[in-house]
Nanobody, 125 residues
Framework: QVQLVESGGGLVQPGGSLRLSCAAS????????IGWFRQAPGKEREGVSC??????????DYADSVKGRFTISRDNAKNTVYLHMNNLKPEDTAVYYC????????????????WGQGTQVTVSS
């Protein structure tokens, strides 16, 4: 069955780095865009970054709030998508989720059909 499993979250000081992983199984990752979203307490889920399918050349998108600090990448051979997060700020604190969408990216969560359970990222001194 289709599964997405996030890992790599944790507690980090401001200015620190983390690498989140989204391990996919039960489907061919090549054909799907993978989006990273986050949800902080009391806030709506928001898009962070997305990487399109191989047929869409793996194009990437980033929220303005993370541009220049986060990098998304994919390793189809390992069925894994990564989110490299640098210069983390307290406002990056949230549960981070990955989700899949056929082919190309969208900022609308309704277009993603499978989601992982999330991984907590806490940025605090």
């Amino acid at each position: 069955q289709v599964q997405l499993v996030e890992s790599g979250g944790g507690l980090v000081q401001p200015g620190g780095s983390l690498r989140l992983s989204c391990a996919a199984s039960g489907f061919t990752l090549d054909y799907y865009a993978i989006g990273w979203f986050r949800q902080a307490p009391g806030k709506e889920r928001e898009g962070v970054s997305c990487i399109s399918s191989s047929s869409r050349h793996g194009s990437t998108d980033y929220a303005d709030s993370v541009k220049g600090r986060f990098t998304i990448s994919r390793d189809n051979a390992k069925n894994t998508v990564y989110l490299h997060m640098n210069n983390l700020k307290p406002e990056d604190t949230a549960v981070y989720y990955c989700a899949r969408r056929l082919s190309y990216c969208s900022g609308d969560t309704n277009y993603y059909d499978y989601w992982g359970q999330g991984t907590q990222v806490t940025v605090s001194s």
